[in-house]
């Protein structure tokens, strides 16, 4: 099913730059690992395996780079660690480490071939392993793309297992027992005789050893961590408040800023006058930074008060002021100069439509990423050298920028990354790592944390893209025969490349995403993305494309169902091409009492999306009240390969859920005159708790590949809201946010 087809824009940048290193340094330069952070000013008593293992000889301290949002991402690289090294869960430190080259994201070459990701053939794997090299070569540490899990699993336990039988090798160093004699438990070796020495003890004697490279992997069966529930690391800290993000962090003498951009977003600032502020408690400096004005004073609410004073004379945005001509543009868009790429072209969709034809068209707006901790950061300039601590996605690149903006040399720039309140693709942006940047080179040798209030963030936060499609199918003897779908977007992909320099050639496999890779198959099957420019900047939101695709395929889909006459369910199920996708359906029938009665006034819809390679099947359960539609519940299955912790799944399935639910009911992100019309969160209500239904969540361990669980959760929640909708009152909601046009308890 897979279409090499025209190369995708990311497959394009990734495919040339293994092509680049394999022209100026060969297949030598691809196997040769990058050098080991840890090494770099190691004391001669500590000893490091590999760039996550460190052991000295007061602890050990696991190195666990990808950052952490809240997704619960340190304790599961910990535990790949820990599993194979013996260590009790917790026995041990962790670091986010210093960003590096060896800690770059060898999952993301999965994403970044134009393949279905059931696609197993020879040129599928040959092309992922191209792009693997490239992703190596380049050395791209980046969290995102639900690719933690997928990038650790493997080398994580490699790690741990290469730092355990080090350790072994150096206790027999140390007391003359064979290494066979040796074995591990509770971060020590144990003797024949039953002595034990604790890992940290071997640290000056393992300092001086060659790790042992030849280890086998436990088999699953041996484990005693992974597949089992785990006690997050950082529970007791959430729990209690006594977590440090980034928003937290103090440093002597530092100062407070905060900023104010110009609302319409990447529009020019004409001119600010700031006597009334500069006068103001507590205020040291205004200065201007790009696009906006800084204040900096002795705690943040005083900054954000005196930014308040400040008249502001702004101009106008780079994009349409008036939302309705966003929405225009889009529809506009459908047309063959506008086309990205045509994804997929199954039998023949021109022919069969024809006569009595079903049609339809839905849109998704510009939604937030709203994390709850407000974006921050701390930073430094002192000499040549400047320090830099907050929560990001991209901490190398952070460096770079940095670097460039401050003019310093790259090496003399040192990321701190912190633990993050959310994120949903929000720190994967810099726009506020660099105004920080600003604010502290105008007070040099000062710490100053630059943090953006709610309406700040909200302004100017690059939303999800606005996007909108066009279907049209055709139903014969009771099932499903063509579906012709058209969706039009702004590209977060494009727009993102853009803010960071990079070239933007070729098609977007986002505006595709939940689409055309749907492992369904009607007889004929076409679906074609469309680019639309100049709209306002966009980024990656959790699922990214398939956030609203997913929305846009499965409901159009239910409708032709309905249409047909057939099943929801059973006609989901007779389509379906993929055997793991299959079984997930099959789970969440089962799990629903798919088919039982419902009772007057109650619905029960099905929507089922493949996003970041994992099949995620949904079944929401409503009743039509008086009062509005209430959620009474939602089932969910989804196949990830094998699940690492069926605490942290099922939370993180339950979390996505309620973050489809909460955007697809209330938010958008709608402009006049240019700016984003909503600006905190009562402009944009998630799910209260008496609206959020009970989550009954299995994960299946069918798939041949291990897979991430934090985005894919989100695309089925809205599809299957509105199909269970449908199913309660016969209103089939083709738009979100649902609130404009229904009710809710």
């Not at 770099?40 to 007061?58: I, K, Q, R």
């Not at 720039?413 to 105008?442: M, P, W, Y």
């Not at 993102?496 to 198959?521: F, H, I, K, S, T």
């Not at 990656?540 to 369910?569: K, Q, T």
Request: charged letters at 20%; hydrophobic letters at 45%.
């Amino acid at each position: 099913m897979g279409r090499a087809g025209k190369i995708a824009r990311r497959t394009l940048l990734i495919g040339s730059a293994a092509v680049a290193g394999g022209v100026a340094f060969g297949a030598w330069k691809v196997r040769t690992p990058h050098d080991n952070p840890l090494a770099a000013g190691l004391e001669p008593d500590a000893a490091t395996f590999n760039p996550w293992v460190l052991v000295t000889p007061e602890k050990v301290v696991l190195i666990t780079p990808h950052a952490d949002l809240g997704q619960g991402v340190v304790s599961m690289q910990a535990a790949l660690i820990a599993e194979e090294m013996d260590l009790e869960f917790g026995g041990f430190e962790t670091d986010f480490g210093v960003p590096g080259a060896a800690y770059y994201n060898r999952a993301l070459a999965g994403e970044a071939v134009p393949f279905l990701s059931t696609d197993d053939t020879f040129l599928a794997e040959t092309l992922r392993g191209a792009a693997g090299a490239a992703v190596k070569l380049l050395g791209l540490q980046v969290t995102g793309g639900s690719s933690a899990v997928p990038d650790s699993f493997d080398k994580l336990r490699e790690a741990g297992a290469v730092a355990r039988e080090t350790l072994k090798a150096a206790a027999a160093a140390e007391t003359g027992v064979p290494v066979a004699e040796l074995r591990t438990e509770a971060g020590a070796v144990v003797l024949p005789d039953g002595g034990r020495i604790d890992y940290p003890a071997l640290a000056a004697r393992a300092a001086g050893k060659e790790p042992v490279r030849e280890v086998a992997l436990r088999r699953p069966e041996q484990w005693r961590l992974l597949g089992r529930q785990m006690q997050r690391l950082d529970i007791v800290a959430k729990s209690t408040g006594t977590q440090i993000y980034g928003i937290d962090l103090r440093l002597d003498g530092m100062r407070h800023a905060s900023v104010r951009m110009n609302p319409r977003k990447g529009g020019d600032m004409l001119g600010y006058a700031a006597s009334a502020a500069e006068a103001m408690p507590g205020v040291e400096k205004v200065v201007p930074v790009s696009g906006g004005v800084a204040v900096i004073a002795s705690n943040t609410w005083y900054a954000m008060r005196a930014l308040d004073e400040i008249a502001y004379d702004w101009g106008p945005a780079p994009y349409p002021a008036e939302q309705e001509a966003h929405w225009a543009a889009v529809a506009r868009s459908f047309t063959a100069a506008a086309l990205d790429k045509e994804w997929r072209s199954e039998g023949d969709v021109e022919a069969v439509l024809e006569g009595d034809i079903w049609q339809a068209e839905y849109r998704a707006p510009y939604v937030a990423h709203q994390p709850l901790e407000p974006l921050s950061a701390v930073v430094r300039v002192a000499d040549d050298t400047v320090d830099v601590w907050a929560g990001h996605q991209m901490p190398r690149f952070v460096e770079q920028r940095v670097a460039k903006l401050a003019a310093v040399e790259a090496g003399r720039v040192r990321f701190h990354n912190q633990f993050a309140g959310g994120s949903f693709g929000h720190r994967l942006e810099f726009d506020f790592i660099d105004r920080a940047v600003e604010v502290a080179l105008a007070m040099p040798g000062v710490a100053v944390k630059t943090t953006l209030s709610r309406e700040e963030d909200f302004a100017q936060d690059h939303p999800r893209q606005i996007a909108m499609a066009r279907g049209r199918g055709i139903v014969r003897h009771g099932q499903v025969a063509a579906l012709d779908l058209q969706i039009a977007s702004v590209s977060a992909a494009r727009s993102q490349a853009e803010r960071l320099g990079q070239p933007v050639p070729g098609p977007d496999a986002q505006l595709a995403a939940g689409a055309w890779d749907m492992p369904y198959l009607p007889e004929h099957y076409r679906m074609r993305a469309y680019a639309v420019e100049g709209l306002a900047p966009a980024s990656s939101w959790r699922s990214v494309g398939a956030s609203s695709n997913g929305f846009f395929a499965d409901g159009m889909l239910d409708e032709l169902i309905h249409a047909a006459g057939a099943d929801p369910m059973a006609e989901r199920l007779r389509m379906v091409q993929d055997e793991t996708s299959r079984k997930v359906l099959e789970a969440v029938a089962e799990m629903s009492g798919w088919g039982t009665p419902m009772g007057a006034g109650r619905g029960r819809g099905v929507a089922f999306v493949l996003s970041f390679g994992v099949p995620v099947a949904e079944v929401v359960e409503v009743t039509a009240t008086d009062a509005g539609i209430r959620m009474d519940k939602v089932f969910v299955a989804a196949d990830v390969g094998r699940v690492v912790d069926p605490v942290n799944f099922e939370n993180l399935v339950q979390g996505g859920v309620i973050w489809g639910l909460g955007h697809a009911i209330n938010s958008e992100i709608t402009y006049a005159d240019g700016m984003a019309e909503q600006r905190n969160y009562y402009d944009a209500e998630g799910l209260r708790l008496y609206q959020c239904p009970e989550i009954v969540v299995r994960g299946l361990e069918n798939g041949a590949k291990i897979r991430g669980i934090g985005e894919p959760p989100v695309p089925p929640a809205a599809p299957a809201l509105a199909n269970a909708i449908f199913a309660a009152t016969g209103q089939r909601l083709r738009e979100m946010p649902f609130a404009r046009h229904i009710d809710f308890v």
